[in-house]
């Protein structure tokens, strides 16, 4: 198809003599060297040049592989690299310009002037089309790498969002399930202990107290799934259910002593009862309240240290939740006494899914958690420190209080789901 493009636009000329057989041989030859245009394009043109030099040596009809030389030239072209071209076309060119001039007539050396303007045109288109290919393949290849990137993105928030179910689901029904466990034992204990004088109102309020995380469970799983739902936008919990966390814990026999004031540092010694009214602002006066996000990671992380301290701890035990605001940042600090001095320390506490979770929940939100045995005692410790505002996310205005959703109702009605 080059060839006859090419071999069309050429002007007339006429040699010393008609290509006899070894003139036939060496056009043929300089058709064939085309084989390896695509393959070694520079390596056909040098072929190219030695075939042509001799044809033209030997006063051949000078015009006749004009057309296998263009073809040539163009393929050269084509492939590039631009530098090479450049260097290339115009020595070859030149060359065979000189021979031409040099071993045929002064009409033969005008006509191939002539056709020079043209040898020199093909090149040109080449480079163009060579350029033009590259550009199509940089779109096409910024257009792939742009749909592999979508594809890795959504792959990654799929992960995350499988992580984040995963850690909501974790959290609620550990933290309920190991109440029920407790308060099972509680209600097993006092049937059993001394039939005789069964204390039937012990064994009532652990029946209730088992009522009553069965259904906080339910609301709170009612809430989740209304959070993960496309089509609403649920209340996340906040730091006005963490009196609530603990009063649940105290249900089940241990002494938590509650320390929250997001006013300022915690003083050491002062709290208030886990029986506080929740409210749904503690931050002074001008100061912001924390990001939801934050608020929804630190309550959490207090469920899940709530919940390890009732598995792992003793039959009682004394744990102390404080939570306290100090300059821009929000501290966490739940700490227990550990198993009972009279009784065979549990297993070796192992870090699984709950303190994987929370160390996750706390870096979701710029923040880090520590948890390990405490350095003063007996007894474990969780510390996390989180941003008020998480990185990205533009900060509240402190005058406006962060709206808080009306809590699930706990109505123990068969007919809800």
């Known amino acids: 198809m080059d060839q006859t493009v090419v071999a069309a636009v050429l002007p007339e000329g006429t040699g010393s003599h008609r290509p006899d057989a070894l003139g036939w041989t060496l056009l043929t030859a300089s058709a064939v060297v085309l084989v390896w245009r695509r393959r070694t394009p520079m390596l056909c043109l040098l072929g190219m040049v030695g075939v042509v030099a001799l044809y033209h040596y030997l006063q051949y009809i000078q015009i006749a592989p004009i057309p296998s030389s263009i073809v040539a030239l163009y393929a050269l072209?084509?492939?590039?690299?631009?530098?090479?071209?450049?260097?290339?076309?115009?020595?070859?060119?030149?060359?065979?310009?000189?021979?031409?001039?040099?071993?045929?007539?002064?009409?033969?050396?005008?006509?191939?002037?002539?056709?020079?303007?043209?040898?020199?045109?093909?090149?040109?288109?080449?480079?163009?089309?060579?350029?033009?290919?590259?550009?199509?393949?940089?779109?096409?290849?910024?257009?792939?790498?742009?749909?592999?990137?979508?594809?890795?993105?959504?792959?990654?928030?799929?992960?995350?969002?499988?992580?984040?179910?995963?850690?909501?689901?974790?959290?609620?029904?550990?933290?309920?399930?190991?109440?029920?466990?407790?308060?099972?034992?509680?209600?097993?204990?006092?049937?059993?202990?001394?039939?005789?004088?069964?204390?039937?109102?012990?064994?009532?309020?652990?029946?209730?107290?088992?009522?009553?995380?069965?259904?906080?469970?339910?609301?709170e799983l009612r809430t989740t799934l209304r959070v993960l739902r496309a089509d609403g936008d649920g209340p996340l919990p906040s730091l006005a259910g963490i009196p609530t966390l603990t009063r649940a814990a105290e249900a089940t026999g241990a002494k938590v002593h509650l320390a929250l004031d997001l006013a300022g540092p915690e003083v050491p010694g002062q709290g208030c009862p886990s029986d506080r009214p929740a409210t749904g602002r503690w931050s002074g006066e001008g100061q912001r309240d924390p990001g939801p996000a934050v608020q929804a990671a630190a309550y959490r992380i207090v469920q899940e240290a709530l919940t390890n301290a009732?598995?792992?701890?003793?039959?009682?035990?004394?744990?102390?939740?404080?939570?306290?605001?100090?300059?821009?940042?929000?501290?966490?600090?739940?700490?227990?006494?550990?198993?009972?001095?009279?009784?065979?320390?549990?297993?070796?506490?192992?870090?699984?899914?709950?303190?994987?979770?929370?160390?996750?929940?706390?870096?979701?939100?710029?923040?880090?958690?520590?948890?390990?045995?405490?350095?003063?005692?007996?007894?474990?410790?969780?510390?996390?420190?989180?941003?008020?505002?998480?990185?990205g996310q533009p900060e509240p205005s402190p005058q406006e209080p962060t709206p808080q959703e009306p809590a699930e109702p706990l109505a123990p009605q068969g007919d809800q789901r």
């Open 77 to 219: 072209a084509v492939a590039g690299p631009h530098l090479r071209t450049v260097l290339t076309v115009p020595v070859v060119v030149g060359a065979m310009l000189v021979i031409m001039a040099t071993v045929g007539k002064q009409h033969e050396a005008a006509t191939m002037l002539q056709s020079a303007g043209w040898i020199l045109a093909v090149p040109a288109a080449g480079e163009g089309v060579r350029v033009h290919r590259n550009y199509v393949a940089a779109v096409t290849e910024r257009a792939e790498r742009a749909e592999r990137t979508r594809e890795e993105e959504a792959a990654r928030r799929v992960a995350e969002e499988r992580l984040r179910i995963a850690r909501d689901l974790h959290d609620l029904l550990a933290h309920s399930i190991t109440l029920i466990g407790v308060q099972t034992s509680v209600a097993a204990h006092v049937l059993v202990a001394d039939p005789d004088r069964l204390d039937r109102t012990a064994v009532a309020s652990a029946l209730d107290a088992i009522a009553d995380t069965c259904r906080e469970a339910r609301a």
């Open 310 to 391: 009732v598995r792992h701890g003793a039959t009682a035990p004394r744990i102390t939740v404080a939570v306290h605001r100090e300059g821009d940042r929000l501290r966490l600090r739940i700490e227990d006494d550990g198993p009972h001095a009279r009784q065979a320390p549990p297993p070796h506490r192992t870090e699984g899914f709950g303190i994987v979770g929370m160390r996750e929940r706390a870096r979701s939100v710029g923040g880090t958690l520590t948890a390990g045995p405490r350095t003063d005692g007996p007894g474990f410790a969780v510390h996390a420190e989180l941003p008020l505002t998480p990185p």
